[in-house]
């Protein structure tokens, strides 16, 4: 398994990209300042790996999947938990049964102690069947991926969560552009949002981002305080064409 390097015009932040098999045995390059590692799978047909994944999970988080209804939820949330726990055990030198978290003020999810101390941060998306785990040092970050579906009326969604300038800018694209367009902003708004903890704190639209697809570097827009937007890096996140994902990174 091999990284894929992106090339970014920040030089300060090198984004590595990895898949993720499964394997008890991880093959992950140290993790530097300078580094984030973005781990993906998908776990469609991976029901084996699943039930394998269950014994590995907490009794709270055991709890909150015997509370989906439907199967291929209880296994995708199995999936993208244990994924996370063998990640980061890798990562901290520890089992992945062993990983504890706990939540911050604002109820985003971290590192419990003693752990707390290896300076690493994370943060998990799933959605129908794809897994997307962010991993730094120091810096608080934020990852969202979703599908891009034919079932959500997106100018009613972008009436009521989007700034302005975005529903503006969506419209300005080609008919055929404005659902990928949709979905890229949304990622690129959730991802900020998980960054900073406590969404229902900051309205979606109080800031503004891109919404073109596949742009190098997103603007990003805050109010009341322009200056809030210098502390903050959004990147896309490379995924299979039906879906899109974004990555939000505290800039140091």
Avoid at 162 to 173: C, K, N, P
Wanted: charged content about 30%; glycine content about 6%.
């Amino acid at each position: 398994m091999m990284p894929n390097p992106a090339r970014v015009p920040d030089r300060d932040l090198r984004r590595l990209n990895f898949d993720f098999t499964g394997e008890t045995a991880l093959a992950i390059q140290p993790l530097n300042d300078r580094d984030l590692h973005l781990w993906h799978a998908n776990c469609s047909g991976s029901r084996r790996q699943v039930h394998r994944f269950v014994d590995l999970l907490s009794t709270e988080e055991r709890e909150r999947m015997a509370r989906f209804r439907f199967e291929p939820d209880r296994e995708g949330f199995a999936f993208a938990r244990g994924m996370l726990r063998m990640v980061l055990g890798h990562y901290l030198g520890i089992a992945p049964a062993e990983v504890r978290f706990s939540l911050l003020l604002h109820g985003k999810p971290s590192l419990a102690l003693p752990h707390r101390a290896s300076r690493v941060q994370f943060n998990l998306s799933h959605t129908l069947g794809y897994v997307l785990v962010a991993v730094c040092l120091d810096r608080s970050l934020g990852v969202d991926v979703e599908r891009l579906r034919s079932d959500v009326e997106i100018e009613d969604l972008a009436a009521r969560f989007f700034s302005l300038a975005e529903r503006q800018a969506i419209r300005s694209l080609p008919k055929e552009e404005r659902r990928r367009g949709f979905f890229h902003c949304w990622t690129r708004k959730e991802s900020l949002l998980k960054a900073w903890g406590g969404g229902l704190l900051h309205p979606l639209d109080a800031f503004d981002v891109s919404v073109q697809p596949k742009v190098e570097r997103v603007d990003l827009v805050t109010r009341p305080r322009a200056e809030q937007a210098l502390g903050w890096r959004i990147f896309d996140v490379p995924v299979p064409e039906e879906f899109a994902a974004a990555v939000s990174v505290e800039h140091l």
